[in-house]
């Protein structure tokens, strides 16, 4: 009986130190994807931008005459355009809060420009 309980003590670390490796690479092959996502993100941040303008300018000609008479906000038309960029483009985020971000951000860093001059420079990448 004394082997069989030592047999076990000597198997017990050696599938601790397996589970432990398996953990260690796991990580590092996300660390790995991280950082090759990361790495080409500046391109593509700069075309989401730009995805993410498109749909607030899509949106805030087609409400101009409601914008005009105050019956709605720029935070309203903020809120159509991140349903229809999520609708043009489903892969990028999984849901319209995060498109909204990215277009009060844009937004936020124009401050008070007018709208047209606003839709008229497209940032990023020209299509």
Known sequence: MRNNKNQRKSYFP?????????????????????????SSA???QALVNKFALDAYCSEAQSKS????????????VAELASNRAL?????????????KFRIVAILDQYGDEPTSQLCNEKPGPQS
Not at 20 to 35: E, N, Q, V
Not at 65 to 76: E, F, H, Q
Not at 87 to 99: F, K, M, N, V
């Open 14 to 38: 050696l599938a601790q130190l397996r589970r432990c490796c398996w953990k260690a690479a796991f990580a590092g092959s996300l660390l790995i994807t991280t950082t090759a996502a990361a």
């Open 42 to 44: 500046p391109a593509s």
């Open 65 to 76: 005459t409601s914008l005009a008479d105050g019956n709605l906000s720029y935070k309203g």
């Open 87 to 99: 609708l043009e483009h489903p892969s990028i985020y999984r849901d319209s809060a995060g498109w």
